[in-house]
């Protein structure tokens, strides 16, 4: 296996390496909270990022793309881009029931996402090597998230200060987790187009 790896592998798994790191500060955070903790766990998502983009750029440069790097890139992205940032809303304070089912809803439409531009990525490039649009938000969009909730921590806004507080609707909803339905959301949707760069 080994052998059918390429340049560009290395950075898709760098691409995962940072979403799992992410996931790890975050547990950690929780066991022991500080600020520089959980600034990590937010770090190593735009990190993520940057081997995301690298890992394209080296694969078209070496003229070396595999049906092994576009999987290998889509299941990197649900850890770096899905699991992640909802690991990151969970120790922000996003841990009631409601929110355990917006950021659940928000990793599957990052996993449907990915699934449904792996089955039409050949139509979408119409014959050429590189799609020419995005059916929905890219799952890297989550970044926004992440910026979003690393702000938050800076302002010493986590855990019982989260902004917009909490509501109990049967079970605790706090309002900021529907940012991750709307990005969510944004990604399943068939109706936007994005050009892709």
Not at 112 to 130: H, Y
Not at 155 to 179: K, M, N, T
């Amino acid at each position: 296996m080994i052998r059918e790896f390429h340049l560009a592998d290395l950075f898709t798994l760098a691409n995962a390496a940072c979403g799992m790191a992410s996931v790890f500060a975050c547990m950690t955070y929780l066991v022991s909270p500080s600020i520089g903790l959980y600034t990590l766990a937010a770090a190593l998502v735009p990190l993520a990022l940057l081997f995301d983009s690298l890992d394209g750029r080296v694969a078209r440069w070496r003229h070396a793309h595999s049906v092994l790097g576009r999987e290998l890139d889509s299941l990197a992205d649900v850890i770096s881009f899905g699991v992640a940032p909802a690991a990151l809303g969970f120790a922000a304070g996003m841990r009631g029931g409601w929110d355990w089912v917006v950021l659940a809803y928000f990793v599957c439409c990052g996993v449907s996402r990915l699934a449904r531009f792996n089955v039409t990525a050949e139509a979408l490039s119409a014959g050429g090597d590189k799609v020419k649009y995005f059916e929905g938000t890219p799952i890297p969009s989550s970044v926004v998230l992440v910026m979003v909730l690393a702000a938050a921590a800076w302002a010493q806004r986590l855990g019982p200060a989260l902004y917009f507080g909490s509501v109990e609707i049967g079970f605790i909803l706090h309002p900021l987790v529907l940012i991750f339905a709307l990005s969510g959301s944004l990604m399943i949707s068939k109706t936007l187009r994005i050009p892709k760069l």
